[in-house]
T-cell receptor, first 109, second 114 residues
Framework: GQNIDQPTEMTATEGAIVQINCTYQ??????LFWYQQHAGEAPTFLSY??LDGLEEKGRFSSFLSRSKGYSYLLLKELQMKDSASYLC??????????WGAGTKLIIKP | IAGITQAPTSQILAAGRRMTLRCTQD?????MYWYRQDLGLGLRLIHY???????GKGEVPDGYSVSRANTDDFPLTLASAVPSQTSVYFC?????????????FGEGSRLTVL
């Protein structure tokens, strides 16, 4: 079966750096997405990786290793507004998105 | 620019009743999707439509139906609601012609079936 694994919850301190990991086992691979979802709100797109390596976008970076079935989202200079759930999703060989359950990130002052 | 609009925002429904969740987008995206989100689970695809006039079943289609009469609208109907359909429902759209094809989500419809 297809599976996306990510930690259920993480806690970090304001101003610090946090890395959220995502491992996947899917039938084929056509890209990996990270979305941010604040409580009670809709998910919003953060990043897309289809080739191995690091994609940097401001305070957020996303890394992909296709051979290891692994990605991480790196958040730097954490702000209180970064408290949210972070969803990892993989597009499989049929171009359907398989979603992880999300990682709830709690930022403490 | 509204993006994607869902209605109603929330609804409490008696079991056995029929309910239609509305979804409208103004981005002229060809693909549209309905997901449900339940605590502890990832987003699960109910139905999708790659273009107006076509629809397909997702991971959890039973008890739900959709139609795509035009590009903008993609309503989701629960013919006879059951308590297990209590969930938050998200409509989404994407421009499949884009390299990333990221999804744009509506604000969600919180449905409680009693």
């Amino acid at each position: 079966g297809q599976n996306i694994d990510q930690p259920t919850e993480m806690t970090a301190t304001e101003g610090a750096i946090v890395q959220i990991n995502c491992t996947y086992q899917t039938s084929g691979f056509n890209g990996l997405f990270w979305y941010q979802q604040h409580a009670g709100e809709a998910p919003t797109f953060l990043s897309y990786n289809v080739l191995d390596g690091l994609e940097e976008k401001g305070r957020f970076s996303s890394f992909l290793s296709r051979s290891k079935g692994y990605s991480y989202l790196l958040l730097k200079e954490l702000q209180m507004k970064d408290s949210a759930s972070y969803l990892c999703a993989v597009k499989d060989s049929n171009y359907q998105l398989i979603w992880g359950a999300g990682t709830k990130l709690i930022i403490k002052p | 620019i509204a993006g994607i609009t869902q209605a109603p925002t929330s609804q409490i429904l008696a079991a056995g009743r029929r309910m239609t969740l509305r979804c409208t987008q103004d981005m002229r995206h060809n693909a549209m999707y309905w997901y449900r989100q339940d605590l502890g689970l990832g987003l699960r695809l109910i139905h999708y439509s790659n273009t107006a006039g076509t629809t397909g079943k997702g991971e959890v289609p039973d008890g739900y139906s959709v139609s795509r009469a035009n590009t903008d609208d993609f309503p989701l109907t629960l013919a006879s609601a059951v308590p297990s359909q209590t969930s938050v429902y998200f409509c989404a759209s994407s421009d499949s012609g884009r390299n990333t094809g990221e999804l744009f989500f509506g604000e969600g419809s919180r449905l409680t079936v009693l």
